[in-house]
T-cell receptor
Framework: LAKTTQPISMDSYEGQEVNITCSHN???????ITWYQQFPSQGPRFIIQ???TKVTNEVASLFIPADRKSSTLSLPRVSLSDTAVYYC????????????FGSGTRLLVRP | GAGVSQSPSNKVTEKGKDVELRCDPI?????LYWYRQSLGQGLEFLIY????????KSGLPSDRFSAERTGGSVSTLTIQRTQQEDSAVYLC?????????????FGPGTRLTVL
């Protein structure tokens, strides 16, 4: 699995857009980029997955540059309930692959 | 529809006792995974099932840990002769191999405390 690097923590305020960047310099040709969200005392929740360019769903957007060595998760107009840990994973799209989570990015949204 | 469910939600046991943790995956999901998460730590992969077979057991920490899956659905994780270091939240996830969309869907977890 490609190693990923993301900020340990980020602070934001309600209503702002939050962008969390993940570096994955050794991403392989068949690797996809997937983001999960985890609240305290809960299991992780799948947010979004992409391969290149931009992917958008009802929750977030994922921006992936042409070289795919990094990706940015964008959360529009965050609320207090978006306070959580966000994990970036890189690996084959096939969901049979085991997930290896790093330390993630702790996002704190303030009022 | 119903998500992944796990039982019990909390389990307190004494060192040396055996415990069984249960996972009910999303109906139709052929792949099932067990992970554990210690306090403040990331997820640790334990085992992966495709149908009833387990092609990857590489994460099981010792031979005290075993898991089975029957009928391509419910899975049980068994820990024999529990130790204090087994205390963690045990998470189960499932995914649809056929979807190809990626993403695993997690249950709420079982918090195991070994005294």
């Amino acid at each position: 699995l490609a190693k990923t690097t993301q900020p340990i923590s980020m602070d934001s305020y309600e209503g702002q857009e939050v962008n969390i960047t993940c570096s994955h310099n050794n991403i392989a040709t068949n690797d996809y980029i997937t983001w999960y969200q985890q609240f305290p005392s809960q299991g992780p929740r799948f947010i979004i997955q992409g391969y290149k360019t931009k992917v958008t769903n009802e929750v977030a957007s994922l921006f992936i540059p042409a070289d795919r060595k990094s990706s940015t998760l964008s959360l529009p107009r965050v609320s207090l309930s978006d306070t959580a840990v966000y994990y970036c994973l890189v690996g084959p799209r096939d969901s049979s692959y085991k997930l290896i989570f790093g330390s993630g990015t702790r996002l704190l949204v303030r009022p | 529809g119903a998500g992944v469910s796990q039982s019990p939600s909390n389990k307190v046991t004494e060192k040396g006792k055996d415990v069984e943790l249960r996972c009910d995956p999303i109906s139709g999901h052929t792949a099932l995974y067990w992970y554990r998460q210690s306090l403040g730590q990331g997820l640790e992969f334990l085992i992966y099932f495709q149908g009833n077979s387990a092609p990857d057991k590489s994460g099981l920490p010792s031979d005290r840990f075993s898991a089975e899956r029957t009928g391509g659905s419910v899975s049980t994780l068994t820990i024999q002769r529990t130790q204090q270091e087994d205390s963690a939240v045990y998470l189960c996830a499932s995914s649809s191999y056929r979807e190809g969309k990626g993403g695993q869907y997690f249950g709420p977890g079982t918090r195991l405390t070994v005294l």
